[in-house]
């Protein structure tokens, strides 16, 4: 193939454009470490969220914060170390490389908040953390520019939630198995309340606390309540026609978000259909694919 | 919809949807400007296709034809501007990437066959129109590195660069069937140039790499029509 264009020496190209294109040589290359860097860190970041939802998934929580603090750790250096590299006009250019670090953050984020306070963690609330842990890397907070911190999309949020509910869903299931209930928060005199107090008493999702008592209008609200309500609002939730995360949401985190509720409902139907006759280490059965109406019984 | 508890605040997701919907309402209001630029780029590329079949002594009119359709996509890309600059300019720049890149390279093959700054005389052409005289001709910034706006980038220039080359092979075969054996040498010489400095670039596994992967083939495909001269002895004396 006659293409050796540069006939002499590959080392020393010449021509009337090379300049040029030196010059754009190291704009490319600039662009691809900085690329490079914030996807390693979406890796990382990725890793150490996993490591965090499996800890907190334990029905252990007294220990879980501090064995997850080298994990939190980790996320605030990845983050911090990448924050000047999404400012400004490059803050959407690389959105698309660390939009898998930020979804499987708020994974961990939101399922760890949900643990503690029974609640979801609202967009601000999370996007506010992101800010503040890409911040204090060290305390000298002069070094970095005022602002300087890795955004958080309300796409990434609403994929990270999407993906919270299979942590629910297993969480759910798992305390079944092991306790033969349903996690629950405490009973509470106003469950349907949307004040904040609603929450403060329940303050922590405790696997041991009460369990469903039927019939009863004031039965406290379970995690299969909470994942049907975060199904409702994602459900009610209208996705644009066209960008690219909305095919995925549609394609792939809806359909899981579905499937997880339905296996928590399942679950929960064989639990209250052969409940009393659970023997020790007995799974619910999650294959069944009859649909259980469980409130009505 | 009877939300049974207060584990999700409805306003979450109140405001997220009028986020997203806010972007939707942006998308829709480019659309018809961008739309409109990708029509009159046809109309370029259409005029400019006319000079595949004239001989570079009628190309006058044709050049003067583009510049006419040309101005109206000037036009366009200030409207495109106007209306983006004030957004994210990478959170929506896949919208118009294509129709800039179709738009720099109706400009660069124009430029190429001596449109740009023709004053009357012998028509020259040759030339390469840098990023910077682009931005010049369509009036927006170029390359920019901090400051969040509208603008041409590097990889869209480059990107055209790749498609003048492609149109510059064709024009090669083209100039030969009207009789014009010089043009396939200029075109010879040019291509190289370019392709030399495409290969100084690092360039990773994405869709630049894949289509200038392709260069070599134009490249080769220029010489084959300068090597089918030559041995006919058609190609013009130096002197």
């Given at each position: ?94 959105a698309h490389n660390i939009t898998g670090g930020n979804q499987e953050f708020i994974e961990a984020l939101s399922f760890h908040h949900y643990l503690e306070t029974q609640s979801l963690i609202s967009y601000d609330e999370a996007k506010a953390r992101i800010a503040m842990m890409s911040k204090d890397e060290a305390k000298d907070g002069d070094l ?154 | ?205 994405d869709s630049l790499r894949r289509r200038s992967d392709g260069l070599k083939y134009r490249v080769k495909d220029v010489e084959d029509v300068v090597y089918d001269l030559s041995l006919r002895n058609l190609l013009p004396k130096k002197g």
């Open positions: 193939m006659p293409d050796e264009t540069t006939e002499c020496k590959p080392e020393q190209p010449t021509g009337p454009f090379i300049a040029m294109f030196e010059g754009f040589r190291k704009e490319l290359d600039e662009h691809h470490d900085r690329r490079e860097r914030i996807i390693k860190a979406s890796r990382d970041i990725t890793a150490s969220s996993k490591k965090i939802v499996r800890n907190v998934g334990q029905p252990v929580p007294p220990f879980v914060n501090k064995s997850n603090a080298q994990y939190w750790e980790t996320i605030q250096k990845q983050y911090s170390g990448i924050a000047s590299d999404l400012q400004s006009l490059n803050a959407h250019r690389y970095q520019q005022e602002g300087s911190v890795v955004p958080l999309s309300p796409e990434d949020y609403i994929l990270g939630i999407c993906d919270m509910t299979g942590e629910l869903m297993r969480f759910s299931v798992t305390s079944m198995a092991t306790n033969g209930r349903l996690p629950a928060g405490r009973a509470k005199a106003t469950p349907t309340s949307k004040s904040p107090a609603a929450t403060e008493d329940a303050d922590r999702m405790d696997i041991d606390s009460q369990a469903l008592t039927s019939g009863d209008s004031q039965k406290p609200r379970t995690v299969l309540d909470d994942l049907r309500s975060i199904r409702l609002q994602l459900e009610m939730f209208e996705a644009p026609y066209g960008p690219k995360w909305v095919s995925e949401l549609e394609t792939k985190k809806m359909p899981v978000m579905r499937e997880c509720v339905d296996k928590v409902e399942k679950a929960l139907y064989g639990l209250t259909v052969r409940g009393s006759e659970r023997p020790k280490g007995w799974m619910p059965d999650m294959s069944s694919d009859r649909r259980a109406e469980v409130e009505s019984y | 919809m009877a939300s049974q508890s207060g584990m999700v605040d409805p306003a979450i997701f109140q405001d997220l949807q009028a986020r997203v919907d806010e972007d939707t309402a942006v998308r829709d209001e480019l659309k018809d400007i961008i739309q409109a630029l990708e029509k009159h780029n046809r109309n370029v590329s259409f005029v400019l296709s006319r000079a595949h079949s004239t001989p570079v002594a009628n190309l006058r009119e044709v050049l003067k034809a583009a510049e006419e359709s040309i101005n109206t996509v000037i036009d366009d890309v200030s409207k495109l501007s106007q209306a983006a600059s004030k957004l994210p300019y990478y959170k929506f720049n896949n919208m118009w990437s294509r129709q800039m890149q179709s738009a720099v390279e109706g400009l660069l093959l124009w430029g190429w066959l001596g449109g740009y700054k023709y004053d009357g005389g012998d028509i020259k052409a040759g030339r390469l129109l840098t990023i910077e005289e682009l931005g010049e001709i369509l009036k927006i910034p170029v390359n920019l590195k901090e400051r969040d706006e509208f603008h041409l980038t590097l990889e869209e220039y480059l990107q055209s660069l790749i498609s003048l080359v492609e149109e510059l092979t064709r024009l090669a075969r083209n100039a030969v069937t009207l009789g014009d054996y010089e043009r396939p040498i200029l075109i010879n010489q040019f291509v190289k140039d370019l392709f030399a400095g495409f290969q100084i670039l690092n360039l990773k596994n």
